[in-house]
């Protein structure tokens, strides 16, 4: 299993181009399963989890090819991919598929409200909390279809061939629901209106597309979303939008070990409260016309606490990255997590390289150290293991981190992008 060796100390510096967002490619690639017609996808990054998502497409039936192969985009890059689902196959998304990726539940809302009918393995993804998928059925309910769950399936289907369209209002905001509800409800008859909806820019990004596709969706990215129901959507071209949180991550690298770095592409407004935390700990952030520029020279890490939420606010998906910063920040830090019950797995293995922090409930209370050393560690999730990257980063001499299949789910071409600034990280294969 391959693993990835860092000799930690240097700073960073130089550029770091931004990857399209997994997350939002995620659900965009799920909505060519609303049309028969083709949806051209633009800058989708080229990850574990997105090459998982085109092979459980296909065993619905959606070909797929990938424009211009340029010797580089073999290698990793993003591309601009055609998706078409002229003919749907097979409705049911089975066990094999669906346990390895959370996101592939999310196929039940297009083909539910295409095909009537759906059969879909309980979903699997990160080992961060128990994850449940109450709000998707009982939103896909309220929408008129009928739902069973049996031998770990759910199996939905419509009364009438058709979806209805109705107003349901999220006990808890859901950004995975939100997306399978917008979907489900642009072929349903009549309108729709959800209510607490996720506001996350993903979610902006799936009702454009949605819309370019012949949707009529307004409110995204305000907790109330319309959708006045269609009878058939045709295909688009829509590009995703850059990662804010491989923008984050790679800022806080930047605030830990200090120097000088342009994130490439990166947009402000998509992160704007993660970016104005790592300000507060003493880096400089500024709005470039390329990007976002980060640096930090000289000043230690000034601590601050932060809890996660919903965007706009401090995003769960960026929490361990933060951790790992503030272990080496001049005091102590408070960090609560409140989407996730289970999202402290990096704090045993961040004490490995000599970090200070101790749980309570839902927070974790940092005690900066002026130093941390390499050590080996291992972590069970994608942001996880990408916090402890940064950490070894920064830690004196060596961190091998181990099952880097976490971070190939999540971060395209780590180990080039953080190498292209000076800093010494490489792929030990086997
Ligand atoms: C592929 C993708 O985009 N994943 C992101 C998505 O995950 P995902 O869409 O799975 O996360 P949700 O927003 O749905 O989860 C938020 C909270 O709601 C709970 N919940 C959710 C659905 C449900 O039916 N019942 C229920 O109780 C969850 O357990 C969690 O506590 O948003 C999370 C929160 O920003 C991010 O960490 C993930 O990276
Ligand atoms: C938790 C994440 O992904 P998933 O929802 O696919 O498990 C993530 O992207 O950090």
């Given at each position: 299993m391959d693993r990835i060796r860092i000799v930690g100390g240097n700073k960073l510096a130089g550029s770091i181009p931004i990857s399209g967002a997994k997350n939002a490619a995620l659900p965009l690639m799920i909505a060519s399963l609303l049309t028969d017609d083709t949806l051209t996808l633009e800058n989708v990054p080229h990850l574990a989890d997105v090459e998982q998502l085109i092979r459980i497409l296909g065993n619905h039936g959606v070909d797929y090819s990938v424009n211009g192969r340029r010797e580089k985009q073999q290698e990793g890059y993003s591309r601009t991919i055609n998706f078409s689902a002229r003919n749907i196959v097979d409705t049911t998304a089975p066990y094999e598929l669906v346990s390895k990726m959370r996101a592939s539940f999310w196929v039940i809302g297009p083909l539910l409200a295409r095909m009537g009918e759906a059969k879909v393995s309980l979903p699997g993804g990160c080992a961060i909390g128990t994850r449940p998928v109450d709000l998707f059925l009982e939103g896909l309910q309220v929408l008129g279809a009928d739902i069973d769950v049996d031998t770990g399936y759910v199996i939905a289907k419509t009364r009438n061939g058709r979806l209805v369209g109705n107003r349901y209002v999220f006990p808890k905001v859901s950004v995975g629901a939100t997306h399978v509800l917008m979907m489900a409800a642009s072929l349903a008859k009549g309108e729709t209106v959800l209510e607490n909806a996720a506001r996350e820019p993903e979610i902006?990004?799936?009702?454009?597309?949605?819309?370019?596709?012949?949707?009529?969706i307004s409110g995204a990215g305000t907790a109330t979303i319309t959708i006045d129901g269609v009878e058939a959507l045709s295909g688009a071209r829509v590009r995703v939008i850059p990662d804010r949180i491989e923008t984050g991550t790679y800022a806080m690298a930047v605030a830990m070990t200090g120097g000088d770095v342009v994130l490439e592409g990166a947009r402000a407004d998509l992160l704007q409260t993660a970016l104005d935390v790592i300000s507060q700990t003493g880096a400089e952030i500024t709005q470039t016309n390329s990007g976002i520029r980060v640096r930090r020279n000289g000043a230690g890490i000034a601590p601050v606490d932060v809890a996660t939420a919903p965007f706009p606010a401090f995003p769960t998906d960026l929490q361990a990255q933060f951790m790992g910063l503030m272990t080496m920040a001049k005091g102590k830090s408070r960090i609560t997590e409140t989407i996730f019950e289970n999202r402290f797995m990096h704090v045993q293995e961040l004490a490995r390289l000599g970090a200070h922090i101790t749980l309570s409930?839902?927070?974790?209370?940092?005690?900066?150290?002026?130093?941390?050393k390499g050590a080996p560690?291992?972590?069970?999730?994608?942001?996880?293991?990408?916090?402890?990257?940064?950490?070894?980063?920064?830690?004196?001499?060596?961190?091998?981190?181990?099952?880097?299949?976490?971070?190939?789910?999540?971060?395209?071409?780590l180990e080039e992008k953080l190498s292209g600034c000076g800093a010494v990280i490489e792929r030990i294969s086997g």
């Open positions: 902006v990004n799936l009702a454009d597309c949605l819309n370019a596709m012949g949707a009529r409930g839902q927070t974790a209370i940092v005690d900066g150290v002026s130093k941390l560690v291992m972590a069970t999730d994608l942001r996880a293991s990408v916090s402890l990257v940064i950490a070894g980063l920064a830690a004196e001499g060596e961190t091998t981190v181990n099952r880097v299949y976490h971070l190939d789910r999540g971060f395209e071409r």
